[in-house]
């Protein structure tokens, strides 16, 4: 599961005078937020709603005649040729005792109309074979259109079945998110009414936009990766799901804020001393999400980066959080708002 890991272990705050930047006698920022370097779950993902949906199988005779037998319900589990229904199969029976008498008497004939016999008892077969309907895939009845007695075609279907293996959640993301989406990114799903979460895999991205709303968005599908799929998993449900657009094993990421351009365009970022003040570190970076960066060199986990935030932005937090300005406060913690997900 990727995790927030953005912990923002101290907000401190001295009267704000006219840089946001300048100095106390420790050499720190008047205005701060401090950051703790974390390596663990370091990822970003972002969240949609879709709905649970599954392929419906129709069931169609291959032969026609009347229904003698029905041996499922609306809402059995089947498997792949499982039995459904039974036709008649006696006039069925005659027409293949007969091509095959009429094949096993064909020694004196030309080896084309010997090709031909065959070819009439092979079909027989196939009929006599086809007045036993089976289950096409497994899954769950959805509809049964038939009855004992019932004369059927091969044109009307008589059942219908949920391809149990076909489910998956068919949702969308807006337009600011596609660039972040790509085939085969792993994804949790999870529908809270059941209790039920599932891993998944984004498997298809469609070439074509579509308005909800008045939003532009890209419908994208998620199947799941599991073949352990709860049997009260219905089509229709909604499902929320979390697509991990960012997943970083190993390294450490900071707040794309606490990255500074240096001499020559470098990167850099101010590191909290163990004294108690800052130094800014020279820092090579790697893959990015909307609020994160990826540090390849330059940091390890447990290090301290400062954030410094302009007066505009310094003015903000505090009105946001009721700190009156001008008083100094002791190091406190941010609370964190709802987010889109991600470190």
């Known amino acids: 599961m990727i995790i927030a890991i953005v912990v923002v272990v101290g907000i401190i705050f001295f009267p704000i005078q006219s840089s946001p930047t300048a100095s106390d006698s420790s050499g720190l920022p008047l205005v701060y937020l401090e950051y703790e370097v974390k390596s663990d779950g370091v990822g970003d993902s972002i969240e949609v709603v879709g709905n649970v949906t599954a392929e419906i199988?129709?069931?169609?005779?291959?032969?026609?005649?009347?229904?003698?037998e029905v041996y499922v319900e609306k809402g059995d589990e089947v498997e792949e040729?499982?039995?459904?229904?039974?036709?008649?199969?006696?006039?069925?029976?005659?027409?293949?005792?007969?091509?095959?008498?009429?094949y096993e008497?064909?020694?004196?004939?030309?080896?084309?109309?010997?090709e031909v016999k065959r070819l009439q008892l092979?079909?027989?077969?196939?009929?006599?074979?086809?007045?036993?309907?089976?289950?096409?895939?497994s899954g769950i009845v959805n509809a049964v259109n038939i009855s004992k007695g019932d004369?059927?075609?091969?044109?009307?279907?008589?059942?219908?079945?949920?391809?149990?293996?076909?489910?998956?959640?068919?949702?969308?993301?807006?337009?600011?998110?596609?660039?972040l989406i790509n085939v085969g990114m792993d994804a949790t799903i999870r529908i809270d009414p059941l209790n039920f979460e599932e891993s998944g895999k984004v498997t298809w991205i469609s070439p074509t936009t579509q308005t909800d709303m008045g939003v532009v968005v890209i419908p994208i599908e998620i199947e799941f990766t599991q073949n352990n799929l709860q049997n009260n998993l219905t089509s229709g449900m909604t499902a929320d799901v979390e697509i991990v657009t960012l997943k970083l094993e190993n390294t450490v990421a900071v707040p794309k804020d606490a990255i500074h351009e240096g001499v020559n365009g470098a990167k850099i970022v101010y590191k909290k001393t163990a004294e108690g003040g800052m130094e800014p570190v020279q820092v090579?970076?790697?893959?990015?999400?909307?609020?994160?960066?990826?540090i390849t060199v330059g940091l390890k986990s447990g290090d301290k980066v400062l954030i410094l935030p302009s007066q505009e932005q310094a003015q903000r937090i505090m009105?946001?959080?009721?700190?009156?300005?001008?008083?100094?406060?002791?190091?406190?913690?941010?609370?964190?708002?709802p987010g889109r997900g991600g470190f």
């Open 105 to 114: 008497s064909s020694t004196n004939v030309g080896e084309r109309m010997k």
């Open 284 to 294: 090579q970076t790697g893959k990015e999400s909307d609020s994160m960066v990826e």
């Open 151 to 179: 004369i059927v075609g091969t044109t009307s279907a008589i059942l219908t079945i949920v391809d149990r293996s076909t489910i998956k959640v068919k949702t969308a993301v807006d337009e600011i998110d596609f660039p």
């Open 81 to 102: 040729g499982q039995i459904l229904a039974k036709i008649e199969d006696l006039d069925y029976q005659i027409a293949y005792l007969n091509a095959l008498n009429d």
């Open 57 to 68: 199988e129709s069931v169609f005779p291959k032969v026609s005649g009347e229904i003698v």
């Open 319 to 337: 009105q946001n959080y009721g700190i009156p300005f001008g008083m100094p406060v002791a190091p406190g913690t941010v609370p964190q708002g």
């Open 122 to 137: 092979e079909k027989a077969k196939k009929n006599l074979e086809a007045t036993e309907i089976k289950a096409p895939v």
